[in-house]
């Protein structure tokens, strides 16, 4: 079964670009027709969906996201990153990678809290 583990810094700052990475075990990031997704969720609020990488590589994003976010993957080391740029308070949450067949979401990640604080 495909296994998922985001890992990040925890800590960021107003203005900072945020990094962070999906590690997957179990599977392959290009297996045919899975997608994998980034989500987030901010205290207190619903979840957030952010970005997606099919297994053909094709990036998707929330509209809202766009302009900031970028969604990149290491087939080498089946690893999947997301680029947030010009981070704000607003950006406090728990990210999560998913996986599923087509764009589903079957397979998710424990989550990373990201705190942005000056």
């Known amino acids: 079964q495909v296994q998922l583990q985001e890992s990040g810094p925890g800590l960021a700052k107003p203005s900072q670009t945020l990094s962070l990475t999906c590690t997957v075990s179990?599977?392959?990031?290009?297996?045919?027709?899975?997608?994998w997704s980034w989500i987030r969720q901010p205290p207190g609020k619903g979840l957030e969906w952010m970005g997606v990488?099919?297994?053909?590589?094709?990036?998707r994003y929330s509209p809202s996201l766009r302009s900031r976010t970028s969604i990149y993957r290491d087939n080498a080391k089946n690893t999947l990153s997301l680029q947030m740029d010009s981070l704000n308070t607003e950006d406090t949450a728990v990210y999560y990678c998913?996986?599923?067949?087509?764009?589903?979401?079957?397979?998710w990640g424990k989550g990373t809290l990201v705190t942005v604080s000056s």
């Open positions: 179990g599977g392959s990031i290009t297996t045919a027709f899975y997608a």
């Open positions: 998913a996986t599923g067949l087509g764009y589903g979401m079957d397979y």
């Open positions: 990488i099919a297994f053909d590589g094709v990036t």
